[in-house]
């Protein structure tokens, strides 16, 4: 089992910033991607940002500039720097966590969820 644990959400002015931890543990073998993923209230998830073992990134338009994603691979621990934060990325933020193990079967696992509240 692998277990993950967010931190770094909470309410913050408009144009504010917030950064984002989220950390795996457990029977790791190899973790191929990390990512964030949101929910608004009456909407869909949707991915925010991902990156993959080897450093490449993927980011939603309505992101891109203005968050930036990171891991520690040491750490097996993935960031998300949330810079001129605008009410609409108001969301509960989910981490994400594609597994591999020893004979190459992926696993995604989800954090419990972190709540970020944009507004004044």
């Known amino acids: 089992q692998v277990q993950l644990v967010e931190s770094g959400g909470g309410l913050v002015q408009p144009g504010g910033s917030l950064r984002l931890s989220c950390a795996a543990s457990g029977s790791i073998f190899s973790i191929y991607a990390m990512g964030w993923y949101r929910q608004a209230p009456g909407k869909q998830r949707e991915l925010v940002a991902a990156?993959?073992?080897?450093?490449?990134?993927n980011y939603a338009d309505s992101v891109k500039g203005r968050f930036t994603i990171s891991r520690d691979n040491a750490k097996n621990t993935v960031y998300l720097q949330m810079n001129s934060l605008k009410p609409e990325d108001t969301a509960v933020y989910y981490c994400?966590?594609?597994?591999?193990?020893?004979?190459?079967?992926?696993?995604?696992?989800w954090g419990q969820g972190t709540q970020v509240t944009v507004s004044s």
């Open positions: 994400n966590v594609v597994v591999v193990t020893p004979n190459t079967n992926e696993y995604d696992y």
């Open positions: 990156i993959t073992s080897g450093g490449s990134t």
